[in-house]
Every structure is written in C-alpha cells, then in structure tokens.
C-alpha cells in the first residue's frame, strides 16, 4: 500500500494544499492518507483543513492541540500563543468538526506499522527528539515500524538488528529509506503546515509499504497567505513570524 504520511497540518490550509498538488506533480500515486494528528492550532483554518482531509480516503490520531480544542488537556499546560489559538479555534470550529476531532484514536496498527501523534509511550505528549528517548520508546511498540509526529522535525531512529544499538538521521528531502527487515523504526514525516527543522516549506513523506521504502518530500508554499489570515484574525505576531523561518 502507498501512503502519503502526513503530521501537524495546525490549521495551514496553504501548505496542506501544496502537499497535496506536490504529490499530485510528483505522481506518488498513494491510495490512503495517514495523518498522525494535529489537524488544527497554531493556523487560520481548521475547518477547511479537517473538511479537506474528509475528502479523501484517511486515517486520522488525536493530536495535543486537537485535545485541547476538545477539552482533553488542559490549557495550562500550553504556551500562552498557543493557548489563545485553542480558544480561538474553539470559538471557530463548526460542530460536525469538533465532532471529528473527538472521535479521533490515540493510536493505530496496520499490519507491521504503529501510528501515534507523539510517542508508543505516551502518544498525546511526549516528544522523540533524540536517541535516547527513543531507546526507551522501542519497549512501547511491538511492531517494527511506528510513525509519530508531533516535534515539527522530519527523523527517524533506527534500532539495528544485529547490535540492538539506536541511532538517528535526520531525515533528507527526496531521499529514499530502504527499510532493513531485521531492523526497527521509528520515523518522523515533519511538520506540514509548521516546521522546525529551518525549512519553512511543508514536510510530508511518501510511505510504501509493499516495497518497505519511505521517501521524504518538501514542497513550497505561499507562507504570506497564511500569514495574511493570521494577521486578520488577530493571532499572536510570534506565531505568524516564525512560519517564515521554519522555528
């Protein structure tokens, strides 16, 4: 199966849309869409966003902020930018999609892959960031491959077959990964609508499972139209600067 692997949209319809054409340009020809969650917070459109994704064939996991947005986390626990986008977007958001939001899973299983927002532990709010977090995640997940989301930041960590060592590379745009058969993943797709890796355009991967590759993908957007809504909507100017620089 061929599917295009997507995280954190937070409500940037602009770069959920150039994932979709860039994949459409590329031919990636994916027959399912697996979002890791984080549909909405941080951007100007979430409705749009959740409205497009339903029309096409998906998978979708709660993410943080679509918790918050729900009133499953509490705001607290929230920096301040971020929780007035939450009661922003819970002002916004029509009622059959804040019913989608709180129908969304924790986690999933196809076949050999797992699916969280961020981490087999805690799959709401931990963040897999380095490789010792991620050693101590691979006793969470029973299958050989789990994707998660939620650090804006394409990754993957490998636990090697033979050694059982972990080790971590930062995931290349348009490069492909050959998964090993004897060895464990857990791999990162980055952020579509806000990354934070220094690359301001929309991250997205192409995952096949038949043939056991992931490609990594970037595709361009137009980072002023969404911060033009923001600026409308009055969202906090540290949320609308940093789409720019990818922080």
């Known amino acids: 199966m061929r599917c295009l692997v997507i995280s954190d949209i937070h409500a ?24 890791l969650g984080d549909v909405v917070g941080y951007g100007p459109d979430p409705n749009e966003c959740i409205e497009l994704l339903c029309t096409l064939p998906h998978v979708c996991l709660a ?17 301040e930018s971020a929780a007035t986008i939450v009661r922003w977007t819970q002002d916004t958001l029509a009622p059959h999609n804040m019913n989608y939001l709180r129908a969304r ?39 050989s491959y789990c994707l998660v989301g939620h650090t804006h930041v394409p990754i993957l960590f490998v636990k090697d077959g033979r050694t059982q060592n972990v080790h971590a590379a930062f995931a290349s745009t348009h490069v492909q990964l050959t998964f090993k058969k004897d060895s464990r993943y857990i791999v990162n797709p980055g952020s579509v609508g806000q990354p934070r890796d220094g ?15 992931w490609t990594q993908h970037r595709a361009e957007y137009a980072i002023h139209h969404t911060q033009q809504k923001m600026r409308a909507a009055g969202m906090p100017a540290r949320l609308i600067d940093r789409l720019e620089y990818g922080r």
Request: aromatic share 12%.
């Open 12 to 35: 940037n319809l602009a770069a959920f849309e150039a994932v979709l054409h860039d994949a459409k340009v590329r031919q990636l020809n994916y027959e399912i869409v697996w979002c």
């Open 63 to 79: 993410g943080n902020h679509d918790w918050a947005v729900i009133g499953k986390l509490d705001l607290h626990t929230f920096h």
């Open 105 to 143: 899973p924790e986690r999933l299983e196809h076949g050999d892959f797992s699916l969280v927002h961020a981490s087999p532990r805690e799959p709401i709010w931990e963040y897999v960031t380095d490789v010792n977090v991620a050693e101590e995640n691979f006793g969470f997940v029973e299958t």
């Open 199 to 213: 690359d301001p355009r929309a991250a997205y991967a192409l995952l096949d499972t038949a043939a056991g590759t």
